[in-house]
């Protein structure tokens, strides 16, 4: 099982960097590997999404049922895919008129090994550019 963990500092407002979280249907407009987006879902209290990936060559698609507290916090959850596991959240942090913290976490699990293979660098990769991604969309959006 991965584990993702990444956190960053960031002058702006918790309201702004979970409402561009939110905002599933602009993912495609700046995450390169985002094949397009549907949105199941959304509520005060939970949005619901898939997502497609399209990178180099490997496609996939998963769901996700998330619970949230705006604009404090947003967790994931696997709702199907080609996961075993897949959950973790957002969390942010106020620090003031400085701006915010933004904790990023995420536990996954391929659901068989042939499938961590294929899939695993290019999801590993995602993730791992995650955070960096909104950072730069929310300088791009707020500025």
């Known amino acids: 099982m991965a584990l993702v963990e990444k956190s960053v500092l960031i002058p702006r407002t918790p309201r702004q960097m979970f409402d561009l979280i939110d905002c599933v249907e602009d993912y495609p407009k700046f995450l ?3 094949g397009g987006v549907e949105l199941l879902s959304r509520t ?3 949005t619901s999404a898939r997502i497609h990936v399209n990178y180099h ?4 698609s998963f769901a ?4 949230k507290d705006p604009p404090h916090w947003m967790n994931l959850a696997l ?11 957002w969390r942010f942090i106020a620090l003031g008129d400085a701006g915010c913290k933004i904790e990023f976490k995420l536990h996954y699990e391929f659901s068989s090994k042939v499938l961590e293979k294929a899939l695993g660098p290019v999801f590993g990769y995602i993730v791992n550019t995650f955070v960096d991604s909104f950072v730069k969309r929310a300088h791009h959006v707020y500025e």
């Open 32 to 34: 390169p590997w985002c």
């Open 44 to 46: 005060a209290e939970h």
């Open 57 to 60: 060559g490997i496609k996939l």
């Open 64 to 67: 996700t049922e998330n619970p």
């Open 79 to 89: 709702r199907e895919g080609p996961f075993r596991r897949l959950d973790g959240g």
